[in-house]
């Protein structure tokens, strides 16, 4: 029987895994949970990088050496921004633009996030379900030693450089899941957390009420794909933020931080074969090519299937 797989996800390195089971799985037994902490309005526009990371990648538009927006992407929008004097520290292509005028168009006339990524999915043929975390607002915010940033001036305007004290994420308490979001975790066989940046792309996803319990409670096994190759994030600043943090760059630290949900977790076969206190797995875990991907992909499956098989019937 071929299993139905629910993924947790942020954006590029999320969206690698969720290629690579969208390669071995049929459309309608693939959804992933996205997080919507990084969503946030600029010039007037409603934009979920996330989301549209995922989209980008799963239609194949994505820009695979830029690692973030559009193929092919061109830039008149922000030239002529720029010769207004207009805020040019968040890049918004001409292709991009679309997306952001639509759902922004959309949202003004009532319709909630998930209705508009769904309608966008099917025009652009994407299979799998690709649900928002919840269509409430919640934004990440980072107490850093330069005061409190949002999640885009932290990661883009100031490149991650201000050390992180605290995250937060402003709204999570009132938020309720998507629709479909505890129904598909519910109905799952095998539930992927992706090698995202657990505290700032997996984190606000856990924060919404009702899903962590939902995890905890499913009875599909709830595997980890470990961010830490060889001792260090492949991307990003997940290793940076953990230092700050006053964590161990450890595949022992990341089971431990999703100690309350978690049943196994993936880890690279580069790094020591401590044992991170759940039951692992160890593989080639970096993702270059779409082989790469789908390898992962069936790695992380086969640990969940394992650790299903062991329990109790
Ligand atoms: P963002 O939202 O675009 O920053 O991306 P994510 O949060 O989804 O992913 C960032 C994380 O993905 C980083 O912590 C990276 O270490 C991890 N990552 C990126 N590429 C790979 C890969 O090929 N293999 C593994 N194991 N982790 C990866």
Same mark, same amino acid.
């Given at each position: 029987?071929?299993p139905r797989v629910v993924v947790l996800t942020g954006?590029?390195?999320?969206?690698?895994?969720?290629?690579?089971?969208?390669?071995?799985?049929?459309p309608s037994n693939l959804t992933a949970i996205v997080?919507?902490?990084?969503?946030?309005?600029?010039?007037?526009?409603?934009?979920?990088?996330?989301?549209?990371?995922?989209?980008?990648?799963?239609?194949?538009?994505?820009?695979?050496?830029?690692?973030?927006?559009?193929?092919?992407?061109?830039?008149?929008?922000?030239?002529?921004?720029?010769?207004?004097?207009?805020?040019?520290?968040?890049?918004?292509?001409?292709?991009?633009?679309?997306?952001?005028?639509? %759902?922004?168009?959309?949202? *003004? !006339?009532?319709? $909630?996030?998930?209705?508009?990524? @769904?309608?966008? +999915? #099917? =025009?652009?043929?994407?299979?799998?379900?690709?649900?928002?975390?919840?269509?409430?607002?919640?934004?990440?915010?980072?107490?850093?030693?330069?005061?409190?940033?949002?999640?885009?001036?932290?990661?883009?305007?100031?490149?991650?450089?201000?050390?992180?004290?605290?995250? %937060?994420?402003?709204?999570? *308490? !009132?938020?309720? $899941?998507?629709?479909?979001?505890? @129904?598909?975790? +519910? #109905? =799952?066989?095998?539930?992927?957390?992706?090698?995202?940046?657990?505290?700032?792309?997996?984190?606000?996803?856990?924060?919404?009420?009702?899903?962590?319990?939902?995890?905890?409670?499913?009875?599909?096994?709830?595997?980890?794909?470990?961010?830490?190759?060889g001792g260090q994030a492949v991307k990003g600043p997940?290793?940076?933020?953990?230092?700050?943090?006053?964590? @161990?760059?450890?595949?022992? =630290?990341?089971?431990?931080?999703?100690?309350?949900?978690?049943?196994?977790?993936?880890?690279?076969?580069?790094?020591?074969?401590?044992?991170?206190?759940?039951?692992?797995?160890?593989?080639?875990?970096?993702?270059?090519?779409?082989?790469?991907?789908?390898?992962?992909?069936?790695?992380?499956?086969?640990?969940?299937?394992?650790?299903?098989?062991?329990?109790?019937?």
């Open positions: 029987m071929t954006g590029v390195g999320g969206a690698k895994l969720v290629l690579g089971l969208a390669q071995i799985l049929p997080n919507t902490g990084d969503d946030f309005t600029h010039l007037g526009l409603a934009i979920s990088p996330d989301i549209d990371t995922l989209l980008y990648t799963l239609s194949g538009k994505a820009n695979a050496a830029q690692g973030w927006g559009r193929e092919g992407e061109s830039w008149s929008f922000m030239s002529a921004l720029r010769t207004l004097g207009g805020a040019d520290w968040f890049q918004l292509g001409d292709g991009d633009l679309a997306l952001h005028i639509l %759902r922004t168009d959309a949202r *003004a !006339q009532g319709q $909630p996030l998930s209705q508009i990524v @769904a309608n966008f +999915a #099917q =025009a652009w043929n994407v299979g799998p379900a690709v649900l928002p975390m919840t269509n409430d607002p919640v934004a990440t915010m980072l107490t850093t030693d330069e005061g409190e940033l949002d999640f885009q001036h932290y990661f883009v305007a100031r490149r991650c450089a201000p050390v992180v004290r605290a995250i %937060r994420f402003q709204g999570a *308490a !009132q938020a309720r $899941p998507a629709p479909c979001v505890l @129904a598909a975790i +519910a #109905q =799952a066989d095998a539930i992927l957390i992706a090698p995202s940046n657990p505290y700032l792309s997996i984190d606000p996803i856990l924060a919404v009420p009702g899903i962590a319990a939902a995890l905890a409670g499913a009875k599909a096994a709830v595997v980890a794909i470990s961010p830490i190759v997940t290793a940076k933020l953990m230092a700050e943090l006053g964590i @161990a760059i450890t595949n022992t =630290a990341i089971a431990t931080h999703y100690r309350a949900v978690l049943n196994g977790l993936l880890l690279d076969e580069r790094d020591p074969p401590a044992d991170p206190g759940v039951t692992f797995a160890t593989a080639d875990t970096l993702m270059h090519t779409l082989e790469d991907r789908i390898r992962v992909a069936r790695a992380a499956l086969v640990l969940a299937e394992q650790i299903s098989k062991s329990r109790p019937q």
